[in-house]
Every structure is written in structure tokens, then in C-alpha cells.
């Protein structure tokens, strides 16, 4: 059967296959342009990554010349970093422009000059390039840039590392703690914090760093606190002069009236005038605060006891931060102070010293034992003429000034020889009369200042207590036991020599201000001292040495007295020695041997009647140092007559250090703890560590049986006592090698952005 079928479904047209080949040929050329697309746009981003890779390159390099040049640039716009340059953007010959070049693709970077921000933060703004090379002509045919910011700085500000450690003064509490600044401004603290000192908003002590709560808004660029026993509160001052406190408020030291609590554990601001409230210096006494401000002035706060304070007052405490009267303007740095017990003593744009408060043993340098109650001048220090007075050191009974020509004068107590000189006064227990040469008999008198005959020395060639001048007798006399078994005293000429004329401090127990006069020879076996047996009129005789306030006396200076006459570069003190380095290189230290001297000589201070000519050291003697090694500066810390925490240290010019006296708690840095004799070491050990592979000593502090050492190439290193963790390594581990810990040491970093 046919069957008829219809062509048009038996095939396809032309136009039909036309259209679906240009189709197709459009969708393979949109395929291949997509392909070409994304392969330039893989290639874009990889030249691009090798452009930012070369920016921050420049960044990191740029971070690197800051740190080598204390954070300060030495390239500019016009001298940028590249490369090939040196940090000052110079082109240094046979270096390369490039960071990489592989084929016909190369990176390089430039860097301008950096924007200081906060702190020590520096924002660096980098441009990394890749740029393609033409093979035929080896011309740039095309390039990518990327241009990155970044920051770099330091987590800690060197110069704001600040320790303290508080101990005694009527408180059960000791501790020692530290405080750093980041790169912020915002201070942080750990360690000790009995009294609420470390501002983070408790008494709680904490071996981590926490802030010190000052307010977001302001930048800290100093800490202060006390070095010297008495660090029982902290004060931050801030870039645009205000002074923030926390701590121990019982006398208001903190300088705000409206706090009443006796511990501020959040900072408040001390309370300057509104005329006068920019401070520029801090000095903490622990009792009572002093702020100098930018026009000179001097605000106090806080107890007031014996005058302390020095507004010329006798409120018992100054809860409102109250103007010093003093006739000029005052220094404002740490050698132009010196504050210890109740005394405080400050330096003057004129070079003038200026003292007042507490006065019994004569450190004001008046002639007498008044407190003083506002500030009185000492000396002839900044007179026209006259030498400037330019570094001050007390030990709480002592007190030294160096002048511009290098001398040293001092005045106060000197029962150990810590006046540096031979000669003192004494004072009797009960009367506060001194003993006085009168003709051929031994009295007691008024002081006075200027009555040669109470003026004496011992005689250490043949242990003699001799007068200095002597009215209507010869000045050559010297005391004398004698009598029926040598109870009675008098004046004989010393070259008549008898047993009678032996004569030496003894030192009463527990007494580290008085002294027996005790004939050595001990007649009859029975210790006999000089008492004073009638203070109406002022006989004396011999008795047995126990401690009445009536057979003890002070030794004491109550005018100034010249130590050294010149050449003097640096003097440290603490109970009750101290430390001259001179510009020649020597070291001489004086006073109290309680191993720490470094002269080579061991002393028990537990018996000190088997030691008693040891321990009293009246003339300097050398701090022994290796030959030809010269000292340039010293620090000395001592807590009384305890061996324990009494050491010595000094900084030599090759950026080594050597330290006398204590290592109980491995304060020496010298790889263990103990050691010498009993823990003391009376020759002087070279710390470990410091002054090598670049680490050398700039300035040493040391307090509570740590040790802290400041470095020049901006590390802290700290050793010994870990009590309270302040030797910031998040421990309470005692270490005696020292150590650049994390928590007191600048943490470099870059960022990115």
C-alpha cells in the first residue's frame, strides 16, 4: 500500500543549521574570552601578592633600622628605603634593587618616612611593585603595586621600667613589685601589692601584668614609685602633666582630699592647683608625696611628722596637696631628690640645697638636732662663687652632696664611719649633751657646732679616743680609764700610753644608732664604758656596758664635712654605707661592713663585739676591682646591719657588672645562690650574662634581694628574689642568673593594616 509522506518533516532547513552554528561559535568565543579573563586575572593576583609580599618587606626592614637607632629615622621622603640602601637611604654598592627576580618578573619596595603615633608606635607606609620585564628589550612593560601600612613599636618604653619594694615602718606587709608602660601609655603592674599600689582595683598581688587604672583616655609616659624600702604606693604621670596615684593613703600621700580609704587600689589624680597643674617630676616617700610642676614649685601631701612635709606647718597631716616654700625653683630629675625616713632634701635651678623635717643626728647641716619644718639651705652649695651642688644621696641619717667639682660633703650620723670622715661628735642618750674635753677632766656639755673640744676621733694605731682641741690643756689628750678598777675618767696625754687609753665603739644589740665607749682592754674583766652620771653636771665615769640611755651615745656630724675633694662621678648611699665612683675609674666605699664594702674584708654582723674594728670603716677604702677595669656608676642597698640584704654594685665601661656582700637570694647574678662565707661574699663577683654578646650594662638598681640591671641595647635583666614574681617571669622562682624576662622587657612587634 503507498502511502504519500510530507517532505518538511522528513529533513531541516538551511537557516536552522545557520543559527545554531553562530550560536555555538559565540558560546566557544565567550568560553575562550571567560578563559583568557580568569587566567589574567589568577596572573593579576599572583603579581599583586608578590607585590605586597615586597611591601612588607619594606616594613619589616623599616622596623628593623628603627629599633637599631632607638626608634628614631634616619631615611626620609627625599631618601627612601629601598632594597639596596643602608637605613639612611643610601645606595650601598653591590646590592641589589630588587627582593626577587625570576625570569622576566622582579619585586622591589620603597618606604618614606615614617608618622610617629602613640608612644614609641611609628606608622610605616610601604609600596611593593612587581613589575614584568619585556624579553626583547628587557623594558617594564607592565607593573602592579601595592602600597601597605603598618605599625611598628615597642610593647614596653624602656625608660618607664620601674621597680619598688616596700618593708618595715610599722607594716606586718613586704613585698617588691614592677611597672611597665606599652606602647599605649598605659601603665601595668605585677608583684607586691599589699597596699593596693599596683592600681588594678585590689589589694591582691598577681604575677601577671595588669593595668594600672588610669583613664582610657590618657597616656602615662613615667611611672614612679620607692626604691629604697618605702614603695607602698605608685604614681603615673601622663603626657599632658597630671599626676595618678594608688596605694597607701593612711596620711593622704595620694594627693586627693576626696579620699578618705588608706588604700586607694584604683589611681586617683593628685590634686595640683588649677594655675599650676602641670607636673613634670614625682617623688614618693611612701609617708608623704612631692610633685614638681613645669614652673618650678613643689606641691606636698600626705604626713607631716617632724616637718616632714615642709609647707611650714604643724598640721599632723596635709590632705590637700599644699605649695613647699622654697626661695626658687626646683630641679626636677632623680639626682636633684633624696627622701628617706623623715628627712627630704631637693636641688634648686641654682644649684642650692635646701633640707628639711626630721634632724637628730644633724643631716640638715645646721649645727643642731631641730627639725625643721620648711625648707632650710645647706651648705654654701650655688652661692655666687661657690660650686653647684649637683647629686644628692641619703640613707635616712646621712646625707652627701656632690658638687660640680667633684667633692663630696656629708653630714649626720656616723656610727659605722658612714660620714665618710674621721672625726664626729657625741651625744649622750639621756641629756643629748655632748661629751666634751675640759682640762684633764671628761665631761658633758651643751653642744655646740663649733666648740672644737666635743670634736673627736679614734686613734686606730693605737685604738685612742682623741679630742680635737682641748681649752687650757695640750690639744694631744686622749681619754683615759682610771682609778680604783679604772672607774674613773679623765684627760692624759696620748703619747703616755697605758691600757687605760684603749678605747672603741661597741655596739649596743638591736641599737643601729648608738654606741657604748668601751676601754677594750675590759679591766677586771667587767666591759667597762664611759657613762654619763650626772647630766645636771656633767661628770662621767666608767660602769659596765649594758644598754641604758645613759651609757650610750650618737655619733654624728651636724655640719657639713668634706669626704672627698674632687674627682667624684657618682655617690650612692643606703643604711648605712656608701659608694663613690670616681672619674679615674676607682671605686671607694665607707661606713658599715656588713660584707658589702668589696674591699675583701668579712664581717659577722651577728658579733659584732669580735668585730667591732671591722665594722666601723670612717675612711674610704677601694671596692677591688679587676686591673684596668673602670667603674663609671654604683648602686648600694642595705637594710641595717642585716648581711642578708647588703650589697655593693658597680657598672664598669666595658658594660660589665661586679657586686659585693649578699647572695642568699642569688642577687649577685653569678649562677647560684649562697656561697662566700655564710652566703656573703666580701670580694667583689662579675655578674654573669652582662657585658657580653652585647648585652651591657648601662645602670644597676637592687633592693629585697633582687636585683635589676638596665642594658644599652634596651633589655631589663633581673636576678635573685622571685618572692612576688617581680622579676617578670610569671613565676615566684628565686633565680640567680640574670634573665631579659617578658613582663619588664620590650616586646617588638610589627602589624600590619
Not at 637605613?87 to 615614617?114: H, L, S, W
Not at 686606730?460 to 682610771?482: D, I, K
Not at 654604683?634 to 647572695?663: L, P, Q
Amino acid at each position: 500500500m503507498l502511502v504519500n509522506k510530507n517532505r518538511s518533516s522528513a529533513g531541516f532547513a538551511l537557516p536552522t543549521v545557520i543559527v545554531a552554528s553562530v550560536v555555538a561559535m559565540m558560546l566557544l568565543l565567550v568560553a575562550a574570552s571567560a578563559s583568557t579573563a580568569i587566567r589574567e586575572g589568577l596572573y593579576a593576583q599572583h603579581y599583586r601578592r608578590l607585590a605586597r609580599e615586597a611591601a612588607e618587606s619594606g616594613v619589616v626592614l623599616a622596623s628593623k633600622c628603627l629599633e637599631l637607632n632607638n626608634d628614631l629615622a634616619q631615611w626620609s621622603n627625599s631618601a627612601k628605603l629601598r632594597p639596596n640602601t643602608d637605613c639612611k637611604g643610601a645606595v650601598v654598592a653591590g646590592r641589589t634593587q630588587y627582593i626577587q627576580q625570576d625570569g622576566n618578573v622582579r619585586t622591589t619596595f620603597e618606604v618614606g618616612e615614617p608618622e610617629r603615633r602613640e608612644g614609641s608606635i611609628q606608622r610605616i607606609t610601604a609600596v611593593g611593585r612587581t613589575e614584568l620585564i619585556r624579553t626583547t628589550d628587557g623594558a617594564v612593560w607592565k607593573s602592579y603595586e601595592y602600597r601597605l601600612a603598618g605599625q611598628a613599636g615597642l610593647s614596653t618604653l624602656l625608660d618607664s621600667v620601674s621597680f619598688g619594694y616596700a618593708t618595715g615602718g610599722g607594716f606586718a606587709m613586704s613585698g617588691a613589685f614592677f611597672t611597665v608602660i606599652d606602647e599605649f601609655g598605659r601603665p601595668r603592674s605585677a608583684g607586691f601589692n599589699g597596699f593596693g599600689q599596683l592600681g588594678v582595683g585590689s589589694t591582691t598581688d598577681t604575677l601577671t601584668l595588669k593595668q594600672f587604672n588610669i583613664p582610657a583616655n590618657k597616656r602615662a609616659v613615667r611611672t614612679y614609685t620607692n626604691f629604697l624600702s618605702h614603695g607602698r604606693n605608685m604614681f603615673a604621670l601622663t603626657e599632658n602633666g597630671e599626676v595618678w596615684g594608688a596605694g597607701l593613703n593612711n596620711h593622704g600621700q595620694i594627693g586627693n582630699p576626696g579620699q578618705s580609704v588608706a588604700w586607694v587600689t584604683n589611681p586617683v589624680q593628685f590634686a595640683l592647683p588649677s594655675t599650676d597643674n602641670v607636673a613634670t617630676f614625682v617623688a614618693p616617700l611612701g609617708i608623704v608625696t612631692f610633685v614638681v610642676t613645669s614652673q618650678g614649685n613643689v606641691y606636698a601631701a600626705g604626713l607631716n611628722e617632724k616637718g616632714v612635709a615642709g609647707i611650714n606647718s604643724t598640721a599632723a597631716t596635709i590632705k590637700t596637696p599644699t605649695r613647699v616654700p622654697f626661695p626658687e625653683k626646683i630641679r626636677a630629675d632623680a639626682h636633684s631628690w633624696a627622701l628617706d625616713s623623715q628627712t627630704a632634701y631637693a636641688i634648686g635651678e641654682s644649684g642650692a640645697v635646701y633640707g628639711w623635717g626630721n634632724n637628730e643626728f644633724g643631716q640638715l647641716a645646721q649645727g643642731d638636732i631641730n627639725e625643721r619644718r620648711a625648707p632650710v639651705r645647706l651648705g654654701d652649695f650655688g652661692k655666687p662663687g661657690k660650686t653647684k651642688a649637683v647629686q644628692l644621696a641619703f640613707d635616712g641619717d646621712t646625707v652627701y652632696i656632690r658638687d660640680s667639682a667633684g667633692a663630696v660633703y656629708s653630714a649626720g650620723k656616723t656610727n659605722y664611719g658612714q660620714a665618710g670622715v674621721p672625726t664626729f661628735r657625741l651625744r649622750a642618750g639621756v641629756s643629748n649633751r655632748c661629751l666634751a674635753a675640759v682640762g684633764a677632766s671628761l665631761r658633758t656639755e651643751n653642744c655646740s657646732s663649733t666648740a672644737a673640744n666635743q670634736k673627736w676621733h679614734l686613734d686606730r694605731t693605737n685604738n685612742a679616743l682623741q679630742v680635737e682641741s682641748n681649752p687650757g690643756a695640750s690639744q694631744n689628750r686622749c681619754v683615759e680609764a682610771t682609778g680604783h678598777n679604772g672607774e674613773e675618767t679623765r684627760m692624759r696625754w696620748c703619747a703616755w700610753w697605758s691600757g687605760g687609753k684603749r678605747f672603741d665603739f661597741r655596739y649596743p644589740t638591736n641599737s643601729w644608732s648608738y654606741v657604748y665607749l668601751s676601754n677594750s682592754t675590759d679591766i677586771g674583766g667587767r666591759g667597762l664604758c664611759i657613762i654619763e652620771a650626772n647630766s645636771a653636771t656633767g661628770d662621767t665615769k666608767m660602769d659596765s656596758c649594758e644598754y641604758y640611755t645613759h651609757k650610750v651615745y650618737a655619733p654624728y656630724n651636724p655640719t657639713l664635712e668634706q669626704v672627698a675633694s674632687s674627682g667624684v662621678v657618682d655617690i650612692t648611699t643606703d643604711q648605712y654605707f656608701a659608694t663613690m665612683v670616681y672619674a679615674n675609674g676607682e671605686v671607694k666605699t665607707f661606713g658599715l661592713n656588713n660584707g658589702a664594702l668589696g674591699n675583701g674584708v668579712y664581717v659577722d654582723t651577728s658579733n659584732f663585739d669580735t668585730y667591732k674594728r671591722q665594722a666601723y670603716n670612717p675612711t674610704p677604702v677601694k671596692f677591688i676591682l679587676p686591673p684596668g677595669v673602670k667603674a663609671v656608676s654604683s648602686w648600694t642597698t642595705s637594710n641595717g646591719v642585716d648581711s642578708k640584704n647588703g650589697n655593693t654594685f658597680v657598672v664598669t665601661s666595658d658594660g660589665r657588672v661586679f657586686g659585693a656582700g649578699s647572695n642568699v637570694t642569688g642577687q649577685l647574678g653569678i649562677g647560684h645562690i649562697g656561697g662566700g662565707t655564710n652566703g656573703i661574699y666580701p670580694t667583689p663577683q662579675q655578674m654573669l650574662v652582662l657585658g657580653a654578646q652585647g648585652n651591657l650594662a648601662s645602670y644597676v638598681r637592687s633592693g629585697y634581694g633582687t636585683t635589676v640591671v638596665y642594658a644599652n641595647n634596651r633589655k631589663v635583666f633581673t636576678v635573685g628574689n622571685n618572692s612576688n614574681g617581680q622579676l617578670g617571669d610569671d613565676t615566684t622562682t628565686t633565680n640567680p642568673t640574670p634573665r631579659a624576662n617578658k613582663n619588664t622587657n620590650p616586646q617588638r612587634h610589627v602589624k600590619f593594616y
